[in-house]
């Protein structure tokens, strides 16, 4: 599956980005999903992790109750809605698929990779 993640940009901190992640073939119901980031000289990092079937929902300390993830299936979209940025956040961020699974939060347990979208907070 292809996937090709938007809605990167600059915001100050504090504010809020919605990143999103399309497919444009299989359906992304099929799979377990995760959203990573990589900042500068630093390896890829587990973000955010959604069940197939959306009943579980797992985030990064560093994220949890600023960020949420959900999908839309009828958009066959994945989404990472991020609030109370912090400079921190700064990175490119990733989504990535797997087959269906339970929670997996390391970079080699998913098969399939999006381009990437940066995102940058400024203090």
């Known amino acids: 599956v292809q996937l090709v993640e938007s809605g990167g940009g600059l915001v100050q901190a504090g504010g809020s980005l919605r990143l999103s992640c399309a497919a444009s073939?299989?359906?992304?119901?099929?799979?377990?999903m995760g959203w990573f980031r990589q900042a500068p000289g630093k390896e890829r990092e587990f973000v955010a992790f959604l069940s197939s079937g959306g009943g579980m929902t797992v985030y990064a300390d560093s994220v949890k109750g600023r960020f949420t993830i959900s999908r839309d299936n009828a958009k066959n979209t994945v989404s990472l809605e991020m609030n109370s940025l912090k400079p921190e956040d700064t990175a490119v961020y990733y989504c990535?698929?797997?087959?269906?699974?339970?929670?997996?939060?390391?970079?080699?347990?998913?098969?399939?990779w999006g381009q990437g979208t940066q995102v940058t907070v400024s203090s």
């Open positions: 073939e299989r359906a992304l119901s099929r799979y377990s």
């Open positions: 990535a698929a797997r087959v269906p699974s339970v929670y997996y939060s390391r970079p080699d347990q998913y098969s399939y």
